[in-house]
């Protein structure tokens, strides 16, 4: 009933706010705001800025004179920047939506990817994890068909590769998560969907809520998914404000995350600064009304840790947080520089220059809960760190991207997942012409070695995962 709520109120929204006045001016700022986010002159040659238009002059920008490209890829000069551009499809094709059809409002789509129910083939058979500190979070492995027949588990011995999808901060499996489950089953992958405590289900059984971008639970529950799964390689997704957990978790394991390439979908970087502005209107009392009720059923144990009067007449998202999270004293009430510490500790960029494994974000220019993207993506990174991969895509809205003659697959979800393909190509290219050069120079360099002391030699420090056999090119693509 919740959901229906929610999709009613969007379309009101989009009955008064997107009238098709609105919509011609809108399209004209667009335009120029590709300009502004255009790539810098030394990138644009080498990097996959010329796959955004073929008319396109190549001298920095996105696009050519009066033309709104329908994906743009922003990322650092490599060796695999360009072997991504060759081998995936999806990075320079998406059809864009005439001025007439739906897919034109980045609302609808929003609500066509996050808020509409979707009755699909997939369900879940649910694991619980207890963690070191008594806690509970839920892993949901994605299956098809008839939920009602026995459990069969998969071997652990099985080489599939495991997708974790960590969905939004609050909880809400998606028609999104849904279809890229779907897709991942279709495609070979062992989807599983990591909830926190107490949300989808979860039973919260200690006085303890995970904080914004603390990754101690699911590094948990990655090290779980490692010992189930061991002969698979780990590839993550993040949805929405769910990439923050994920960004998080990459930056403090930099090398150890035992992940092998990861994607966030309509990430939100900037998350103090969402919080403390919220996204639109209705958009921001749907997610603020979704957490109060999903919290109310702990109401009477969450009086322990927090003022529960003041945690269920918030106003704003920010004061959700701040109750939970940075309140002092019986009231309530936030302690003086608590906000700010808050977020040293959770901001999910904060430690962005340990991320070791490679990252494709894909967003879009009109996405309303992300906001205005000049102010909310942080394109010094896509364009200074190598590990990371921008597609930038010109509608789409909040983890909607619904194209024309899409047909099955979602084009966010395509991307991706060639996106994991072609790392995954890239990385064994790499290490078999290392393994072919390094016959070929065996001859002198074999017998010297052979009389050389082995004190001298350097010890490769042990390491409890795979990481050094998946990793032997010792990032090369970084060149």
């Given at each position: 009933?919740?959901?229906?709520?929610?999709?009613?109120?969007?379309?009101?929204?989009?009955?008064?706010?997107?009238?098709?006045?609105?919509?011609?001016?809108?399209?004209?700022?667009?335009?120029?705001?590709?300009?502004?986010?255009?790539?810098?002159?030394?990138?644009?040659?080498?990097?996959?800025?010329?796959?955004?238009?073929?008319?396109?002059?190549?001298?920095?920008?996105?696009?050519?004179?009066?033309?709104?490209?329908?994906?743009?890829?922003?990322?650092?000069?490599?060796?695999?920047?360009?072997?991504?551009?060759?081998?995936?499809?999806?990075?320079?094709?998406?059809?864009?939506?005439?001025?007439?059809?739906?897919?034109?409002?980045?609302?609808?789509?929003?609500?066509?990817?996050?808020?509409?129910?979707?009755?699909?083939?997939?369900?879940?058979?649910?694991?619980?994890?207890?963690?070191?500190?008594?806690?509970?979070?839920?892993?949901?492995?994605?299956?098809?068909?008839a939920p009602h027949h026995k459990r069969r588990r998969t071997s652990s011995s099985s080489t599939n590769p495991v997708l974790l999808i960590i969905p939004n901060s609050f909880g809400k499996i998606t028609w999104n998560v849904r279809k890229l489950c779907e897709t991942a089953l279709g495609h070979g992958y062992l989807?599983?969907?990591?909830?926190?405590?107490?949300?989808?289900?979860?039973?919260?059984?200690?006085?303890?809520?995970?904080?914004?971008?603390?990754?101690?639970?699911?590094?948990?529950?990655?090290?779980?998914?490692?010992?189930?799964?061991?002969?698979?390689?780990?590839?993550?997704?993040?949805?929405?404000?769910?990439?923050?957990?994920?960004?998080?978790?990459?930056?403090?394991?930099?090398?150890?995350?035992?992940?092998?390439?990861?994607?966030?979908?309509?990430?939100?970087?900037?998350?103090?600064?969402?919080?403390?502005?919220?996204?639109?209107?209705?958009?921001?009392?749907?997610?603020?009304?979704?957490?109060?009720?999903?919290?109310?059923?702990?109401?009477?144990?969450?009086?322990?840790?927090?003022?529960?009067?003041?945690?269920?007449?918030?106003?704003?998202?920010?004061?959700?947080?701040?109750?939970?999270?940075?309140?002092?004293?019986?009231?309530?009430?936030?302690?003086?520089?608590?906000?700010?510490?808050?977020?040293?500790?959770?901001?999910?960029?904060?430690?962005?220059?340990?991320?070791?494994?490679?990252?494709?974000?894909?967003?879009?220019?009109?996405?309303?809960?992300?906001?205005?993207?000049?102010?909310?993506?942080?394109?010094?990174?896509?364009?200074?760190?190598?590990?990371?991969?921008?597609?930038?895509?010109?509608?789409?809205?909040?983890?909607?991207?619904?194209?024309?003659?899409?047909?099955?697959?979602?084009?966010?979800?395509?991307?991706?997942?060639?996106?994991?393909?072609?790392?995954?190509?890239?990385?064994?290219?790499?290490?078999?012409?290392?393994?072919?050069?390094?016959?070929?120079?065996?001859?002198?360099?074999?017998?010297?070695?052979?009389?050389?002391?082995?004190?001298?030699?350097?010890?490769?420090?042990?390491?409890?995962?795979?990481?050094?056999?998946?990793?032997?090119?010792?990032?090369?693509?970084?060149?």
């Amino acid at each position: 009933m919740l959901e229906w709520i929610g999709v009613v109120c969007v379309l009101v929204l989009m009955a008064t706010v997107w009238p098709v006045v609105k919509y011609f001016g809108t399209e004209n700022q667009s335009r120029s705001l590709v300009r502004e986010l255009g790539v810098p002159r030394r990138e644009s040659k080498k990097c996959g800025a010329r796959c955004t238009s073929d008319r396109g002059s190549g001298d920095g920008e996105l696009d050519g004179p009066g033309e709104s490209p329908a994906v743009a890829m922003i990322c650092k000069p490599s060796a695999l920047a360009n072997y991504l551009l060759k081998h995936c499809r999806s990075f320079c094709k998406n059809a864009s939506a005439s001025a007439w059809d739906w897919r034109a409002s980045p609302y609808l789509q929003t609500v066509f990817g996050v808020f509409w129910p979707h009755d699909s083939a997939v369900h879940f058979m649910r694991d619980y994890l207890q963690l070191s500190d008594d806690g509970l979070v839920a892993l949901d492995w994605a299956a098809v068909g008839a939920p009602h027949h026995k459990r069969r588990r998969t071997s652990s011995s099985s080489t599939n590769p495991v997708l974790l999808i960590i969905p939004n901060s609050f909880g809400k499996i998606t028609w999104n998560v849904r279809k890229l489950c779907e897709t991942a089953l279709g495609h070979g992958y062992l989807p599983v969907v990591f909830n926190r405590r107490c949300q989808n289900g979860t039973p919260l059984c200690t006085l303890k809520l995970q904080e914004f971008g603390d990754p101690t639970d699911l590094r948990e529950a990655v090290r779980y998914i490692r010992y189930r799964r061991p002969a698979g390689r780990l590839y993550a997704v993040g949805e929405s404000t769910g990439s923050g957990l994920l960004l998080a978790y990459l930056g403090e394991c930099g090398s150890s995350s035992y992940i092998t390439a990861a994607a966030c979908l309509s990430p939100v970087f900037r998350c103090q600064s969402w919080f403390e502005s919220g996204p639109a209107g209705l958009l921001h009392r749907a997610l603020l009304l979704y957490q109060k009720f999903c919290l109310s059923r702990y109401r009477t144990v969450l009086r322990e840790v927090v003022h529960a009067d003041s945690l269920f007449s918030c106003s704003s998202l920010r004061a959700m947080e701040e109750t939970l999270f940075c309140q002092s004293g019986p009231k309530g009430l936030p302690a003086e520089g608590a906000w700010e510490s808050y977020w040293e500790r959770n901001d999910p960029l904060r430690d962005v220059d340990e991320v070791a494994i490679p990252v494709l974000c894909v967003c879009s220019r009109d996405d309303p809960v992300r906001g205005d993207p000049r102010t909310t993506l942080p394109l010094e990174l896509f364009e200074d760190n190598p590990h990371f991969f921008l597609l930038l895509s010109s509608r789409g809205g909040h983890c909607g991207f619904a194209a024309l003659e899409e047909g099955p697959v979602v084009w966010s979800h395509r991307a991706l997942l060639e996106f994991f393909r072609a790392t995954s190509d890239f990385f064994a290219a790499e290490e078999r012409s290392k393994q072919t050069a390094r016959r070929r120079g065996l001859g002198g360099a074999g017998r010297a070695f052979r009389h050389r002391s082995v004190s001298t030699c350097k010890k490769i420090p042990v390491c409890s995962h795979n990481i050094h056999d998946i990793y032997n090119w010792q990032r090369s693509y970084t060149r």
